[in-house]
């Protein structure tokens, strides 16, 4: 079994930083993409960055420039450094991985529990 936890959510006001750190741990042969969303009260799901294996990265325009996302393999941990936090942050925030198990070549999505981010005006 594959477990993703998510850590370092929390409340900050405007204009402040968090750093969200998501870990896997279990039966990992290798991870591809790691990848950050985040839903809102009422609001669906959405992309927030997301980082192959490779290092590229993708983030979502509304957090272009405030957002970092990164990861490091050894660990098999995903980060996302958030700056300049807007009260619209405010959210849940889940991480996703592809994970795969074994040298198959086949690959799961795996999920995190989310962490709440709370950001006061």
């Known amino acids: 079994q594959v477990q993703l936890v998510e850590s370092g959510g929390g409340l900050v006001q405007a204009g402040g930083s968090l750093r969200l750190s998501c870990a896997a741990s279990?039966?990992?042969?290798?991870?591809?993409?790691m990848t950050w969303y985040r839903q809102a009260p009422g609001k669906q799901r959405e992309l927030v960055a997301s980082i192959t294996s490779g290092g590229s990265t993708n983030y979502a325009d509304s957090v272009k420039g405030r957002f970092t996302i990164s990861r490091d393999n050894a660990k098999n941990t995903v980060y996302l450094q958030m700056n300049s936090l807007k009260p619209e942050d405010t959210a849940v925030y889940y991480c996703?991985?592809?994970?795969?198990?074994?040298?198959?070549?086949?690959?799961?999505?795996?999920w995190g529990q989310g962490t709440q981010v709370t950001v006061s005006s």
């Open positions: 996703n991985m592809v994970i795969s198990r074994d040298s198959s070549s086949r690959w799961y999505s795996y």
């Open positions: 279990g039966s990992i042969f290798s991870i591809n993409t």
